[in-house]
Nanobody
């Protein structure tokens, strides 16, 4: 089993920044693909970013590319999402997820392990 705990959400003005963290425990973390998803009220869960186990490969949705950066620290068993130039449309519950198979998949159904989520609210 893998347990994931997110932190770092909050309220920020448009144009501001936040850094989310997701700490994993349980099974080996270093080889797992880690991803961030978000879900706004009334909308489906949306892929944000994913990173390979080594950290050398990453993938981003078009809506956040150039503004968000995913990274990981395999010593601390933690993955981060640095969010810059935030926009009101970034408001959502952000959740981290992991899977034991390879590939920077964008489908939520491919990820069996999820954190509880952290709220990010961007005011205009």
């Amino acid at each position: 089993q893998v347990q994931l705990v997110e932190s770092g959400g909050g309220l920020v003005q448009a144009g501001g920044s936040l850094r989310l963290s997701c700490t994993a425990s349980g099974r080996s973390f270093n080889s797992n693909v880690m991803a961030w998803f978000r879900q706004a009220p009334g909308k489906e869960r949306e892929f944000v970013a994913a990173i390979s186990g080594s950290g050398r490969s990453s993938s981003y949705s078009d809506s956040v590319k150039g503004r968000f950066t995913i990274s990981r620290d395999n010593v601390q068993n933690t993955v981060y999402l640095q969010m810059n130039n935030l926009k009101p449309e970034d408001t959502a519950v952000y959740s981290c997820a992991t899977k034991l198979t390879l590939g920077l998949t964008r489908l939520p159904s491919e990820y069996p392990y999820w954190g509880q989520g952290t709220q990010v609210t961007v005011s205009s």
